[in-house]
């Protein structure tokens, strides 16, 4: 894994190598440049694939008209470059990156439909005075820019861009608000004015000081008919898993004792030995998947290594994490996944993870929420049980029963017009008008709506919202950060597109049976993992966070968002936040989400504005 940053427009070398000591996280082995007229690409290396010499960047093409600096895998590299070399192309390292040279001077911007991978990479072409930037189909690596019509800046992070001093630090509106609604910012907005994120499955071409934006890939409706799901689903993920094997250095994998990290778990055993594992538990019993992860490690025999946290923990964090994030970002999960990521760096260079598994497989709440709703519209005398789940408050359990119900019924009793983001968001407009003190003419939800005429129905609907918003924007960013901060690269094996575009095509039906989630999966790995793991209740990976802001992080919480520590960023009603505080403590409501999305803001905007 690596970083990547470039400037198109002018010449300044200093700028160049500035933006890419921000990135020395990324990659720590080793440094390069190409600098010409106007065109200047940085590279930090992270060595994964050829260790040797050969393997570092920027990767040029024979006559050295094509520089590449890149941050991935391509998994099929080997394959790709088989058919270049038949072609008459000539390679001097073992790299994936010189594919990517080669492949554009063979193919064009086509080139991206061959690669089966996670990347982010810009290309200079000297003939044709071309920058060509992309990402993969999926978003697992990020890749940020910013354009005035004079320059044009990229990098992974966006504290790179931010190495120019010439570039303004000015909050997006817009953006807060979205923010507010979602707990981080969708694509293509970031949190600062002018910056931008290049979405998922898309490419940006700059010439002649002109930038366009064009998408490359999409999932389509079309159901399978006449195979075996659960054979072909299975061979998918094998095969997905065993190109992510591939590595020049040591590897491992993330297991939380879900049913997704833990069937990577089983397929790794059944093509490698002494496979190492990495799990983070919690000193709350309610919280705490720990037992679970323990039992896949013993029944696959793998090498396995945990550590179990508290608050104390998590405090320190805050300082470390937050400036690294470079936006705001309300995902509490991005503690345990920072901690998981340092923990398995202490033995590999690699891990492998089950992220995308819900996404693809229906393993979200909301998902059932959405089916159970149907139901619950023509149940009688709704109002009474609504009043009476009110009455009840909200207890410190991670889920259960009272939990799930007031939660079901804040989703429910939103406007029909917020159908699909019922349960995505724990607010809806009138709270984010109530918290912001400046009037915002857009709907903060609207960068969704696009997605509703996507021709899927039920629940692929939902599912392909989230694919294309919360995954490459919350999911992904927080699994690049945490991972990158301790030079770690993660592999998501469940989001190969093969497997995302054969989920597509899998019925709803196969995916949420009645109030059984993940079906299809369940079935498929109900003779190959322990019972417990098929038969568990979803937890996700977040830490207690509702609970330690009414006992050991109270005056910590309280202290960041007091009116005094608020007065200078001057963006929020004080009154509002303070009737979310007392709601919280006072256990009348759940507010966490709300609370450290707040607290988010406001430490990055201490560090960054």
């Not at 044709?128 to 019509?149: E, M, S, T, W």
């Not at 696959?300 to 690294?324: G, N, S």
């Not at 993660?490 to 709803?508: G, K, M, N, Q």
């Amino acid at each position: 894994m690596c970083g990547i940053c470039g400037v198109y427009g002018f010449d300044d070398r200093k700028l160049i190598r500035a933006m890419n000591k921000t990135l020395v996280h990324r990659g720590p082995d080793q440094e390069g440049y190409f600098i010409d007229k106007n065109i200047m690409l940085g590279h930090r290396r992270l060595s994964i694939i050829d260790l040797s010499s050969k393997g570092k960047q920027p990767t040029h093409n024979e006559n050295k008209t094509v520089w590449c600096v890149y941050n991935g895998e391509i998994y099929n590299f080997a394959e790709i470059r088989d058919e270049l070399e038949k072609k008459g192309h000539r390679f001097y390292s073992n790299t994936d990156t010189e594919v990517i040279v080669h492949a554009y001077e063979e193919y064009g911007f086509e080139c991206l439909k061959y690669f089966n991978g996670m990347f982010a990479f810009a290309l200079w072409d000297s003939k044709k005075k071309l920058l060509f930037l992309a990402r993969d189909r999926i978003g697992v690596k990020p890749l940020h820019y910013y354009y005035d019509k004079k320059k044009f800046v990229f990098a992974s992070e966006i504290k790179a861009i931010l190495a120019d001093k010439d570039i303004p630090r000015k909050v997006n509106h817009e953006a807060l608000s979205q923010f507010i609604g979602f707990e981080y910012v969708p694509a293509p907005l970031t949190m600062f004015e002018g910056i931008y994120k290049l979405p998922a499955a898309h490419y940006l071409v700059v010439k002649n000081k002109k930038v366009e934006v064009h998408k490359y890939w999409d999932v389509v409706p079309q159901e399978l008919n006449g195979i075996d799901l659960i054979k072909t689903t299975r061979n998918l993920i094998h095969d997905s898993v065993k190109m992510r094997l591939v590595s020049d250095v040591p590897l491992g994998a993330f297991l939380s004792g879900g049913i997704d990290s833990s069937t990577i778990v089983s397929v790794m055993s059944s093509l490698s030995d002494n496979v190492k594992t990495f799990s983070i538990g919690f000193n709350e019993s309610t919280y705490d998947e720990s037992k679970y992860a323990r039992l896949v490690a013993d029944k696959f025999k793998t090498d396995h290594t945990e550590k179990i946290i508290d608050p104390k923990d998590i405090i320190p964090l805050f300082d470390k994490i937050i400036p690294q994030m470079d936006e705001p970002f309300g995902d509490l999960s991005i503690f345990p996944t920072y901690l998981v990521s340092e923990l398995a760096r202490t033995k590999v260079t690699v891990s492998l993870s089950g992220d995308g598994g819900d996404e693809l497989f229906g393993g979200y709440d909301w998902y059932l929420a959405e089916s159970l709703s149907k139901i619950y519209s023509k149940v009688p005398l709704k109002s009474l049980i609504n009043s009476g789940i009110n009455r009840i408050g909200y207890t410190s359990k991670s889920k259960g029963f009272v939990n799930k119900a007031k939660r079901f019924l804040e989703g429910y009793n939103k406007d029909e017009k917020y159908s699909q983001l019922r349960w995505l968001s724990n607010v809806d407009v009138s709270d984010i008008k109530n918290l912001l003190s400046f009037k915002f003419e857009k709907d903060p939800f609207s960068p969704m709506f696009k997605y509703s005429n996507s021709g899927f129905d039920g629940l692929n609907k939902n599912m392909y919202l989230d694919l294309k918003t919360y995954l490459p924007d919350d999911i992904f960013t927080k699994v690049d950060r945490a991972s990158m901060m301790v030079s770690l690269e993660a592999r998501e094996p469940l989001v190969d597109y093969r497997l995302v575009e054969h989920a597509f095509r899998i019925p709803s039906s196969y995916k949420i049976r009645g109030i059984n989630r993940k079906y299809l999966m369940k079935m498929m790995m109900k003779d190959i993992l322990p019972k417990e793991i098929i038969h568990k209740e979803k937890q996700g990976f977040t830490i207690p966070m509702k609970n330690w802001m009414r006992s050991e992080l109270k005056d910590f919480v309280v202290n960041k968002l007091s009116k005094d520590n608020l007065k200078e960023i001057g963006l929020f009603n004080q009154s509002y936040i303070d009737k979310v505080l007392e709601e919280h403590m006072s256990k009348r409501k759940d507010n966490q989400r709300h609370i450290w999305s707040l607290m988010s803001f406001v430490m990055w905007y201490e560090n960054y504005i």
